[in-house]
């Protein structure tokens, strides 16, 4: 039995773990080969790039796949879609991870989408730091003459231009590739004096940012936004009607066993 692994996350690490630990045979999928470095040292294959639904279904038979864990990132919909309808289609064991949600602090707003963001009450005379990704730029695009913004990027020739496309100029751009998200766990307090310094430096009153988790770094923003007295808005997270849902790494054995049964 080969277990078709939704990866990219630090959460996907520790599955990927387990699934070797228990002995099941696992194919993980990442978006970019950069993820990859998170399962260098274990035994499960690593595929990256984008599937879509005319080449899912050779995916699927030329790996005999015979269930699905997704642990995608909260905000990635597209493949956990892709995934749930592939697993109805072939009668696929699926699961979902889903990453806990955390309590929110008083300096932060969760809001449904980015574009309700787009308000003057949030946004009019901010200094405000965009950490949402580099393709919701162009919806800030109308703003640069009402605020001072400041968007976090990937250090790519795509992302960049994108960014400039938006309107961001060069030295409104913090061009920036964090690290993954297990590094960010166990370099907590340095990656949060870094990000104190940014912010100070820039006399950011707004952040802007997605629900993604602890994982996500979000549980470090919040704590740096009430300390410093910064607004965080927050979107939150796309809703999905997951068939399984799991909040704990360790319930996935529960649901590979049951896959084995005859």
């Given at each position: 039995?080969t277990?078709?692994?939704?990866?990219?996350?630090?959460?996907?690490?520790?599955?990927?773990?387990?699934?070797?630990?228990?002995?099941?045979?696992?194919?993980?999928?990442?978006?970019?080969?950069?993820a990859?470095?998170?399962?260098?040292?274990l035994?499960?294959?690593?595929?990256?790039g984008?599937?879509?639904?005319?080449?899912i279904?050779?995916?699927?038979?030329?790996?005999?796949?015979?269930?699905?864990?997704?642990?995608?990132?909260?905000?990635?919909?597209?493949?956990?879609?892709?995934?749930?309808?592939?697993?109805?289609?072939?009668?696929?064991?699926?699961?979902?991870?889903?990453?806990?949600?955390?309590?929110?602090?008083?300096?932060?707003l969760?809001?449904?989408?980015?574009?309700?963001v787009?308000?003057?009450?949030?946004?009019?005379?901010?200094?405000?730091?965009?950490t949402?990704?580099?393709?919701?730029l162009?919806?800030?695009a109308?703003?640069?003459?009402?605020?001072?913004?400041?968007?976090?990027?990937?250090?790519?020739?795509?992302?960049?231009?994108q960014?400039?496309?938006?309107g961001?100029p060069?030295?409104?751009?913090?061009?920036?590739?964090?690290?993954?998200?297990?590094?960010?766990?166990?370099?907590?307090?340095?990656?949060?004096?870094?990000?104190?310094?940014?912010?100070?430096?820039?006399?950011?009153?707004?952040?802007?940012?997605?629900?993604?988790?602890?994982?996500?770094?979000?549980?470090?923003?919040?704590e740096?936004?009430?300390?410093l007295?910064?607004?965080?808005?927050?979107?939150?997270?796309?809703?999905?009607?997951?068939?399984?849902?799991?909040?704990?790494?360790?319930?996935?054995?529960?649901?590979?066993?049951?896959?084995?049964?005859?």
């Amino acid at each position: 039995m080969t277990i078709w692994l939704i990866g990219g996350t630090s959460e996907s690490k520790q599955i990927a773990q387990c699934l070797t630990s228990w002995g099941y045979s696992w194919l993980v999928t990442i978006a970019t080969p950069l993820a990859a470095q998170l399962y260098t040292s274990l035994p499960g294959k690593v595929t990256a790039g984008h599937l879509t639904p005319t080449t899912i279904d050779r995916f699927l038979s030329t790996h005999t796949i015979r269930a699905i864990i997704d642990a995608s990132h909260p905000f990635a919909t597209q493949i956990s879609q892709l995934a749930i309808q592939a697993s109805q289609a072939h009668n696929i064991p699926y699961l979902r991870y889903e990453r806990p949600s955390l309590s929110l602090h008083p300096n932060t707003l969760l809001l449904p989408t980015i574009e309700a963001v787009l308000q003057p009450i949030y946004l009019d005379r901010q200094h405000a730091l965009l950490t949402t990704g580099v393709k919701t730029l162009h919806l800030f695009a109308d703003w640069h003459h009402r605020s001072h913004l400041w968007a976090r990027i990937l250090p790519n020739e795509s992302s960049q231009q994108q960014a400039l496309a938006a309107g961001f100029p060069l030295d409104r751009l913090i061009q920036q590739r964090l690290p993954a998200a297990q590094e960010r766990l166990q370099k907590q307090e340095e990656l949060k004096e870094r990000e104190r310094q940014l912010w100070r430096s820039l006399n950011i009153s707004t952040v802007v940012t997605k629900e993604a988790g602890a994982a996500g770094g979000f549980a470090l923003k919040q704590e740096l936004a009430l300390e410093l007295g910064v607004q965080l808005i927050a979107i939150a997270r796309p809703r999905m009607n997951y068939p399984l849902a799991i909040d704990d790494v360790a319930q996935a054995q529960a649901f590979c066993q049951q896959i084995e049964q005859p």
